[in-house]
């Protein structure tokens, strides 16, 4: 019986002169991967409907075992800026990255889901001076680490709970440990074998994100708070670790990201 989907590309290979393999990260089954026989042919019926991270509504059969088999495709919604700015190109490539290498195979997100579209919404035309897709980028690291359960604590201490004083300026410095899911205090740090040091005005930007993020993935119009541009550099770097040790090993463009 065949199955409809709306479903982000996250990557493709071509099978055949006419074929292609993709794989197709939906909102109702999660990620999947198909086989689109004649998805290569120049006016084959999937039309540009499987270029990467073009939003497209599939209808597909499902084998068990091998590969799904994709049988129409129409165009819901593509990312013009893709085109035109290498930075916005580079986060729609990271973006593909997290949520092919993060989720399993039909384990549904569609949070996740939500917050990749508005993710690619957000980014801006040209690589030009101006507002930079920093908290957009930021606000969907968190809600991809909170979907795959590790959705870090930036109020209370993941060791032993206690909550932290409100960030200002003279604090002590905490740890951010994914280890243990979050900020550790310093009566816990030497318990913590992992950490990355973050700064009290760094932890309330992340705080103030986190409680944004999933509004804003999910409700239109809802915006997220600017991130100040001294701690813009301190946050990157944090979510980079944490995405890194989630994943083991270093996304392919998080150094490019860091500039976002």
Same mark, same amino acid.
């Given at each position: 019986?065949?199955?409809?989907?709306?479903?982000?590309?996250?990557?493709?290979?071509?099978?055949?002169?006419?074929?292609?393999?993709?794989?197709?990260?939906?909102?109702?089954?999660?990620?999947?991967?198909?086989?689109?026989?004649?998805?290569?042919? #120049?006016?084959?019926?999937?039309?540009?409907?499987?270029?990467?991270?073009?939003?497209?509504?599939?209808?597909?059969?499902?084998?068990?075992?091998?590969?799904?088999?994709?049988?129409?495709?129409?165009?819901?919604?593509?990312?013009?800026?893709?085109?035109?700015?290498?930075?916005?190109?580079?986060?729609?490539?990271?973006?593909?990255?997290?949520?092919?290498?993060?989720?399993?195979?039909?384990?549904?997100?569609?949070?996740?889901?939500?917050?990749?579209?508005?993710?690619?919404?957000?980014?801006?035309?040209?690589?030009?001076?101006?507002? @930079?897709? /920093?908290?957009?980028? /930021?606000?969907?690291?968190?809600?991809?680490?909170?979907? #795959?359960?590790?959705?870090?604590?930036?109020?209370?201490?993941?060791?032993?709970?206690? /909550? #932290?004083?409100?960030?200002?300026?003279?604090?002590?410095?905490?740890?951010?440990?994914?280890?243990?899911?979050?900020?550790?205090?310093?009566?816990?740090?030497?318990?913590?074998?992992?950490?990355?040091?973050?700064?009290?005005?760094?932890?309330?930007?992340?705080?103030?994100?986190? @409680?944004?993020?999933?509004?804003?993935?999910? /409700?239109?119009?809802?915006?997220?708070?600017? #991130?100040?541009?001294?701690?813009?550099?301190?946050? @990157?770097?944090?979510?980079?670790?944490?995405?890194?040790?989630?994943?083991?090993? @270093?996304?392919?463009?998080?150094?490019?990201?860091?500039?976002?």
């Amino acid at each position: 019986m065949p199955e409809q989907a709306t479903a982000i590309v996250i990557r493709g290979t071509d099978w055949s002169e006419t074929s292609r393999i993709c794989t197709l990260f939906t909102r109702e089954f999660g990620k999947m991967r198909g086989l689109a026989k004649g998805g290569r042919r #120049l006016r084959s019926n999937f039309e540009m409907a499987f270029d990467l991270l073009t939003v497209s509504r599939v209808v597909f059969l499902r084998k068990s075992g091998g590969l799904d088999l994709l049988i129409e495709a129409q165009v819901a919604e593509r990312y013009p800026q893709l085109r035109t700015n290498l930075l916005a190109l580079n986060c729609g490539y990271y973006l593909a990255e997290l949520l092919d290498a993060g989720t399993q195979e039909y384990d549904p997100h569609p949070v996740l889901f939500d917050a990749a579209c508005r993710l690619l919404r957000e980014l801006p035309p040209r690589d030009e001076p101006g507002p @930079r897709p /920093t908290s957009p980028v /930021t606000a969907f690291e968190l809600v991809w680490l909170d979907e #795959l359960g590790y959705g870090p604590r930036f109020e209370n201490c993941a060791a032993c709970g206690i /909550t #932290l004083p409100a960030p200002h300026e003279d604090a002590v410095r905490v740890i951010y440990s994914p280890e243990v899911g979050g900020i550790v205090c310093p009566a816990c740090r030497q318990a913590v074998r992992d950490g990355y040091p973050l700064g009290e005005r760094a932890r309330g930007a992340l705080a103030e994100l986190q @409680r944004a993020a999933l509004p804003w993935a999910t /409700t239109p119009g809802v915006v997220l708070p600017p #991130l100040a541009p001294d701690v813009r550099g301190e946050v @990157r770097a944090v979510l980079g670790y944490a995405v890194s040790v989630v994943l083991g090993r @270093r996304p392919k463009l998080q150094a490019e990201l860091l500039r976002a």
